[in-house]
């Protein structure tokens, strides 16, 4: 069965978006893991609003390239308010990232 790990940074609707993710990947089969290392999928909620949790946000994705490095078939996205505001620069700066989901796509992860 494969894995995923959601890791969430930031304001509660920040978790109620995670919970909708898990959701949707526990309907597609998917055991959700505390730790990255054993997922095959990873996603970084991200926040905007409170300064602390998007330096936070911003550098577990950009530790998650080592994860990548050693096993290229993991799937890695950004989601939540920084994947909305900062989408482009997302993409340029970790190019290893598979997705970039902002705020009013997460009810369509699946």
Known sequence: MPRACILTYGCQMNVHDSEIVAGQLHKLGYDIVADEDQADAVFVNT???REH????GLARLSSL???KRRRPE????AM???ASEERD???EKMPFLDA???TDQVTQVA
Request: hydrophobic share 55%; charged share 15%; proline share 4%.
């Open 53 to 56: 949790a998007k330096a936070r």
């Open 80 to 82: 939540g308010c920084v």
């Open 65 to 67: 390239v080592s994860l």
């Open 47 to 49: 926040c905007t609003v």
């Open 100 to 102: 970039v989901i902002p």
């Open 89 to 91: 620069r997302l993409k």
């Open 74 to 77: 993991v799937f890695i996205a």
